[in-house]
Every structure is written in structure tokens, then in C-alpha cells.
């Protein structure tokens, strides 16, 4: 329970929005904040007579570190009260996420970057660290709604369980109301085969609805507090998600599904959702199960084993 949040930053004012966003987080949760920077040394590009593999590797550390404390005054500022940790590791930005989620009650992004975290939503960076994190991933973009719904896609499989106890933690915690999605078209009804197409679709949206109260009925008995909308929508899943995301504080989806959901964060339909969603993302694995291979990547590798982390 005591477990931190991480947040990896980059020197981008986006990071510092996730920083923001994560320490307020932590504060909620009495958990820890751990803020970190990754970087990869260059190995070619510089003369000899220019500069010196030493003249490097400490302006990378020293960029690094002010990065990092820059970070760590913002977080200060948004929550005094939290403990603050601050690290730095030389070693590939998805690799040092997953090793770090291993230890993380969540790892916050931010939805823009730069130095180590460039491109880190835009291609294999992401995919790996939303499909490898032991934690949940939350990107932060969009605009802050305090007050508005967590908002959750459901698609019915047992992979989706984790992703719904999350966003019930996340409105119980918040104070807000939960709104959970369920949408089974993954294909435009309104198309040319749509005369050839016949669908009772009265009856499909009544398994959905069946469904979808089947998955919530546990949930809400142990969250009695969280005030549940359910959404059963006849639409592709991420104009469904969009939608309903629309003044919401936290959109949450599960890394693998059925149905309409299946594959979602491995395409361009996650893809959307990270670069469209009009608030913070949160993409949720399903748990590990037990005796199952973990993660093959290896830990990142600290900068000085004396001056790795600093704490406020």
C-alpha cells in the first residue's frame, strides 16, 4: 500500500503537468513520489577534439539532475506534505519505466517529451512500457476536470477486472461518480453491406447491459460510496470512450481485451486514445498471474551509486 508513484520526466513543461498531476495523487494515497530521469549516453557524433567522452556524460548527469530538481520543487509546491525521491539512471526510457513499475503503485507520463523521453508516446516506447509495466500507466493530457466522472471501458472479459477495480479505487479516493462504458461494434453499421447485415440489435444491447451489470455487481458492493452510470453503446469503442471522456477526470482501459476491446493499446485505436482523449489516460494489465515469467527487462543502471536518488 505504501507502495510510490512514479513519474518520468524529461524537462518538457508536458512533464511537469504529469508531476503535478502524480504528486497530487500520491498526497491522496499518503504514498510516496518518486520522480525519474533516464537518459542514453551518446556513442558517436562527437570529435575527439571536441569534446570528451567525460566532457558528456557530465553534461547529460548534470542536465539530469537539474531536470529532476526542477521537478521535484514542482511537486513540492502542489503538495508539501508528500515525500519526494528523486532518481536518474542511464538506460533505455522503456526499459527504466518497466523496471521501475515493478516497485510502483503507478507510473505517470507525460503526453509530450523531450531528451530521453522523446517519441515516448508516439511508438515502440509506449507500446513496450503499456504493455510490460507491472503498475498501471496513466498519461497525462488534456485539460483537469476535478470534479468530473472516472470513466472506464468495460469490454467483458476477465482481463477488464483489474482495469475496473482500478477506476472504483480511483472515484472512491476522488469523491466523484464512476461511468462505465460498454460498447460491442467495432465496424460502421451505416455501411455498403449494410443491407446484407441483419442485427436485432435490441437484443444485442441487452446481453451488453446483462454483461456489463454482471462485471460491476461485485465492485459496487465493495465501493458502496462510488455512484455508478452505465453506458451500453452501440459504437466503435473509441468514439465511445471519446465521448464519454468529455469532462471526465480519468479515462481507464485495460491493455487487452475482447470484443470491440481486443487489442486496443496495440493499435491505432490505442493510439487514438493517447493522443485524442480529452483528459488522463490510464491503461491497466491484467494482474500477473502467480508462478508466471515476469518481465525480461533488465534493472536500469544508476548514475554514481552515491548520488542516485535524493529525497526532499
Not at 510516496?32 to 567525460?54: K, N, Q, S, W
Amino acid at each position: 500500500m505504501s507502495a510510490p508513484i512514479v513519474v518520468g520526466v524529461d524537462g518538457s513543461t508536458s512533464a511537469l503537468t504529469a508531476v503535478e498531476w502524480a504528486a497530487e495523487e500520491a498526497a491522496r494515497h499518503h504514498v510516496p513520489l518518486e520522480i525519474l530521469h533516464t537518459y542514453v549516453l551518446p556513442r558517436r557524433g562527437y570529435p575527439d577534439l571536441v569534446l570528451t567522452a567525460d566532457n558528456v556524460r557530465k553534461a547529460f548527469e548534470q542536465q539530469a539532475w537539474q531536470w529532476t530538481e526542477e521537478a521535484a520543487a514542482a511537486a513540492r509546491a502542489a503538495t508539501p506534505a508528500t515525500e519526494v525521491e528523486t532518481s536518474v539512471v542511464v538506460d533505455r526510457p522503456a526499459a527504466a519505466l518497466v523496471a521501475a513499475s515493478r516497485h510502483a503503485r503507478l507510473v505517470v507520463l507525460g503526453s509530450r517529451g523531450l531528451g530521453g523521453f522523446t517519441g515516448l508516446l508516439l511508438g515502440s516506447v509506449a507500446v513496450a512500457v503499456t504493455a510490460h509495466a507491472q503498475s498501471p500507466v496513466v498519461v497525462v493530457r488534456g485539460g483537469f476536470h476535478e470534479d468530473g466522472p472516472v470513466v472506464v471501458g468495460v469490454d467483458g472479459s476477465p482481463a477488464s477486472e483489474r482495469a475496473i477495480a482500478f477506476a472504483f479505487d480511483q472515484a472512491s479516493s476522488a469523491g466523484v461518480p464512476l461511468t462505465a462504458v460498454i460498447a460491442w461494434t467495432d465496424f460502421p453499421v451505416e455501411s455498403a453491406y449494410q443491407s446484407r447485415i441483419t442485427v436485432d440489435w435490441s437484443q444485442v444491447g441487452g446481453e451488453q447491459s446483462r454483461l456489463l451489470a454482471e462485471r460491476l455487481a461485485g465492485w459496487q458492493e465493495e465501493y458502496p460510496d462510488v455512484h455508478v452510470v452505465r453506458a451500453v453503446v452501440r459504437d466503435r469503442p473509441v468514439h465511445a470512450l471519446l465521448a464519454a471522456a468529455r469532462g471526465a477526470r480519468l479515462l481507464v482501459v485495460g491493455s487487452h481485451g475482447a470484443g470491440g476491446f481486443r487489442g486496443m493499446l496495440l493499435g491505432s485505436a490505442g493510439h487514438a486514445l493517447v493522443h485524442h482523449a480529452p483528459c488522463p489516460v490510464a491503461v491497466v494489465r491484467p494482474a500477473v498471474a502467480a508462478g508466471a515469467r515476469r518481465s525480461t527487462t533488465e534493472p536500469a543502471r544508476p548514475v554514481a551509486p552515491s548520488s542516485r536518488t535524493s529525497r526532499w
